[in-house]
């Protein structure tokens, strides 16, 4: 029975890791649909435990929709990651990693993504380097049905080489802009996300 329920445990915690990462690529690809943000708005805030890590930074970010508009998420969003020319703040690995876009970090970015069997669609609208596509990458190898990809051994290696160097400090740059409001608690709870990933994965090695 004890080793029933373990396995359970672990199943929901893996189902709960891919729908974060499907639900972070969601807010951060493009403005949030009204349909999102109004199941975002009716979420549960309560953890399953009390005091679990995420519980705070998910009820900051619950709470920070209710009290915007889809129209002021919409503006915000618009405002900081979209626009004509040079975004406020960009959202792509490459300008993290090498402070070009499209520079070396998405050409291995996509030799890592052919060597999982995975390209980009031609209906996306940005590159692969952009957070919310990784974050689906993620998603996939977490959720996906090959196991030969979708492992922690993949996991690792791809959080580790593609998301965890410039993260951090992609999501300082939204926490310190002084017009993010909805965005920044968005920014709060990926950031908590995230360092569990990374201490999750270090137990690994």
Known sequence: MTSNLSSSSALDEETARAEIYGLLA???YQVPTPDLL???????????????FLEEPWRQLVAASRVS???????????????VGKPEIYLYASHYVSGFLNDKPVARLREDLAALGLERDDSMSETEDHFACLCEVMRYLIAGDDVAVSNLTQQREFFAKHVQPWT??????ILKHPRAQFLAQLA????????IETQGFDLLT
Request: charged residues 15%; hydrophobic residues 50%.
């Open 168 to 173: 951090q400090e992609m999501l300082d740059v």
């Open 188 to 195: 709060a709870f990926t950031q908590a996300f995230l360092n």
């Open 69 to 83: 508009t889809d129209a002021d998420i919409a503006s915000e969003y618009n405002q900081l990651f979209g626009g």
């Open 26 to 28: 969601q807010l951060f």
């Open 38 to 52: 109004a199941q975002l708005r009716v979420a549960v805030t309560d953890a399953p435990v009390a005091g679990g």
